[in-house]
Nanobody, 111 residues
Framework: VQLQASGGGLVQPGGSPRLSCVAS????????MGWFRQAPGKEREFVAA?????QSSHSVEARSTISRDNAKNTVYLQMNSLKPEDTAVYYC????????WGQGTLVTVSS
């Protein structure tokens, strides 16, 4: 499966963008999915995950909500009340025995 993340860009502090991750070459419903982020100079960290049955878990620090639309082969990350420290490259990850990673989308929070 190939994963394509989008929706990043320059966001004002307090903004609430939604990231999307479209899966191709596979059926999204077969995969558990997740979002991770990597800020400049830091290690990649967990943001949110959602199982095949749509049970989700989230990092408190990330202030975000993950959801999935299997009919559209898409996973979303709704982010809220962004702060400058949320600036990072956001990656989506699929898992089905092994992990699959998208290329990431950069979110820059700045006024």
């Amino acid at each position: 499966v190939q994963l394509q993340a989008s929706g990043g860009g320059l966001v004002q502090p307090g903004g609430s963008p939604r990231l999307s991750c479209v899966a191709s070459g596979g059926t999204l419903s077969d995969y558990c999915m997740g979002w991770f982020r990597q800020a400049p100079g830091k290690e990649r960290e967990f943001v949110a995950a959602i199982t095949r049955s749509a049970q989700s878990s989230h990092s408190v620090e990330a202030r975000s909500t993950i959801s999935r639309d299997n009919a559209k082969n898409t996973v979303y990350l709704q982010m809220n009340s962004l702060k400058p420290e949320d600036t990072a490259v956001y990656y989506c990850r699929g898992c089905r025995g092994i992990e699959y990673w998208g290329q990431g989308t950069l979110v820059t929070v700045s006024s």
